[in-house]
């Protein structure tokens, strides 16, 4: 099957500081990612739609100007968490379609902010 | 995309096999049955997915109602490295692969194989 990369699986980081998690798409092009969170015992909620070339789309009460998703080519994706707190801690997951049906996910990031 | 019902929990001994349930009373003609699995600490992966016949694949068999209405994931053999969260998932067929094709997860089934 196709798999989708991300990077770090782990990060720490300081309350007020900025972090990049990246999402590639190793064997196929996409066009679409999406990005999830989760936090702890819950499910996975939606958090914004990245699309190549063009601004991302971003569920309601998620903040765009906080969750900065960049998407400058067909194999990659990056969300980027600024001034983070302990509040952003979660577990990101990033996914992708290569042919429609199955989705394909990310093995996650646990970010947490101390 | 429909809502989807399955059970908080679920137990089952290893090497034997495991009936997943899942309603969805209001699944449209469009509407696919997906069903994906997340280890601990893990993104989820796809398990199997169907329309309106029974399917087979080399993790699991989905069993679906003749009227749709429900389906069943069934597990042949669990083992240990089955253990994981289940979910039922509906997806529009028209959905697939555009900036629609995200997947909404409700709470799924904890599974849990004893030794």
């Known amino acids: 099957g196709a798999v989708v990369s991300q990077h770090p699986s782990r990060v720490i980081c300081k309350s007020g500081t900025s972090v990049k998690i990246e999402c590639r798409s190793l064997d196929f092009q996409a066009t679409t990612m999406f990005w999830y969170r989760q936090f702890p015992k819950q499910s996975l909620m939606l958090m914004a739609t990245s699309n190549e070339g063009s601004k991302a789309t971003y569920e309601q009460g998620v903040e765009k100007d906080k969750f900065l998703i960049n998407h400058a080519s067909l194999t990659l994706s990056t969300l980027t968490v600024t001034s983070a707190h302990p509040e952003d801690s979660s577990f990101y997951i990033c996914?992708?379609?290569?042919?429609?049906?199955?989705?394909?996910f990310g093995q996650g990031t646990r970010l947490t902010v101390v | 995309d429909a809502k989807t019902t399955q059970p908080n929990s679920m137990e089952s001994n290893e090497e034997e096999p495991v009936h997943l349930p899942c309603n969805h009373s209001?699944?449209?003609?469009?509407?696919?049955i997906h069903w994906y699995r997340q280890l601990p600490s893990q993104g989820p992966e796809y398990v199997i997915h169907?329309?309106?016949s029974n399917v087979n694949n080399r993790m699991a068999s989905l069993a679906i109602a003749e009227d749709r209405k429900s389906s069943t994931l069934i597990l042949h053999r669990a083992t240990l490295r089955d253990a994981a969260v289940y979910y039922c998932?509906?997806?529009?067929?028209?959905?697939?692969?555009?900036?629609?094709?995200?997947?909404?997860f409700g709470k799924g089934t904890k599974l849990s194989v004893k030794p």
């Open positions: 996914s992708a379609s290569p042919h429609g049906a199955e989705a394909f």
């Open positions: 169907g329309l309106t």
């Open positions: 998932i509906l997806r529009d067929l028209r959905s697939y692969g555009g900036s629609q094709g995200n997947l909404i």
């Open positions: 209001t699944i449209s003609g469009t509407d696919y």
